[in-house]
């Protein structure tokens, strides 16, 4: 069967030169004397440019990697290397994708909310799943966003009125627009 060496993390195949032998020459070998220890030679195929992810392979299959080593270093089938591409080249389909989702479809439902009115002391549980809470008028109106640092801020504690430490005008987003048409 061959195999792909993964370079990094073989000791052996970092310190030795492709296509040399790392211990002895042909000439300093004795007839009828094993082999070298470390010596392979190899050839590395490459990844085509293109966005597919997909490895040139040679028709050869000696001329990717050929050789021996005295132990494993972590050596990768065809098979292997293949499955890992395929599910590389699904993630990057999917990146691509998320970018038309609509702003609907990714938020979170329902959404926390404080009011200006209300005090830290109130709103200081919701701290604990979110990092920061849109703050309303009475019509639901987005008018202030007041997050876990604006708590420095806070001239009476906990006591202080959120529309004293709440950052205003908040930026706000259409639902009906894609994520890529924001980010």
Not at 44 to 71: M, Q, V, Y
Not at 135 to 147: A, E, K, M, N, W
Request: net charge negative; proline share 5%; aromatic share 4%.
């Amino acid at each position: 069967m061959a195999c792909v060496s993964t370079f990094q993390s073989c000791p052996i195949a970092r310190r030795a030169k492709i296509n040399t032998r790392s211990r002895g020459s042909s000439s300093s070998v004795a007839k009828g004397s094993p082999p070298p220890a470390f010596q392979f030679q190899c050839r590395a195929s490459t990844f085509a440019a293109d966005t597919s992810l997909r490895l040139e392979l040679d028709e050869n299959p000696e001329a990717i990697i050929s050789g021996a080593w005295p132990g494993n270093c972590s050596l990768l089938s065809y098979d292997d290397l293949r499955a890992y591409l395929e599910s590389q080249e699904t993630a990057a389909q999917a990146d691509d994708q998320r970018g038309v989702a609509l702003l609907s479809e990714t938020m979170s439902t329902p959404v926390l909310v404080a009011t200006a009115d209300q005090t830290l002391e109130d709103v200081e549980c919701h701290f604990e799943a979110v990092s920061g809470l849109p703050v309303v008028d009475s019509g639901l109106r987005c008018v202030g966003v007041i997050v876990k640092n604006d708590r420095a801020r806070a001239s009476h504690g906990s006591k202080t009125k959120i529309s004293e430490v709440m950052t205003s005008p908040a930026i706000t987003l259409s639902s009906d627009k894609t994520v890529m048409v924001h980010a």
